[in-house]
C-alpha cells in the first residue's frame, strides 16, 4: 500500500518562501505520477503542480506559474513543492497525490488520482 507523507507547512508572511515535501513508499516511486493540490474550507480541492514519473513534464495551475516549482527525486522516492513569493490566497492545507501508470503525462482531476497524503497546513499572512 503506497503511503505519503507531507511536511514542511507552517506560517509565513507575504512575499516569502516556503518548501514542502512528500515522503512516498510502499510501491515502485517512477510509476507514478505525483502532484500537489490545496483545499481551503467550503472549496474543493484544486489542482497545484504535477509532474509526470520521469520528472520532465510538470504542469502548474496559472496563479502560480512562476512562483511554485515542482521537482521529484525518483532515488529518494520524495516530490517537491517549492513554493516562492507567497501571497495570502495561497493559504490553504497542501496534499500529495499519486496515480499509478497514468494515461496523461500529468493528470490534474483529483478524482484521478489513488493516493493522497495526510495533508499539510500553509498560512500566508499579509
Known amino acids: 500500500q503506497v503511503q505519503l507523507v507531507e511536511s514542511g507547512g507552517g506560517l509565513v508572511q507575504a512575499g516569502d518562501s516556503l518548501t514542502l515535501s512528500c515522503a512516498f513508499s510502499?510501491?515502485?516511486?517512477?510509476?507514478?505520477?505525483m502532484a500537489w493540490f490545496r483545499q481551503v474550507p467550503g472549496s474543493e480541492r484544486e489542482f497545484v503542480g504535477g509532474?509526470?514519473?520521469?520528472?520532465?513534464?510538470?504542469d502548474y495551475e496559472d496563479s502560480v506559474k512562476g512562483r511554485f516549482t515542482i521537482s521529484r527525486d525518483n532515488a529518494k522516492s520524495t516530490v517537491t513543492l517549492q513554493m516562492n513569493s507567497l501571497e495570502p490566497e495561497d493559504t490553504a492545507v497542501y496534499y500529495c497525490?499519486?496515480?499509478?501508470?497514468?494515461?496523461?503525462?500529468?493528470?490534474?482531476?483529483?478524482?484521478?488520482?489513488?493516493?493522497w497524503g495526510q495533508g499539510t497546513q500553509v498560512t500566508v499572512s499579509s
Open positions: 497525490a499519486a496515480k499509478y501508470a497514468p494515461r496523461m503525462p500529468v493528470p490534474v482531476a483529483p478524482t484521478t488520482y489513488d493516493y
Open positions: 510502499g510501491r515502485t516511486f517512477g510509476a507514478y505520477a
Open positions: 509532474i509526470n514519473k520521469s520528472g520532465y513534464r510538470k
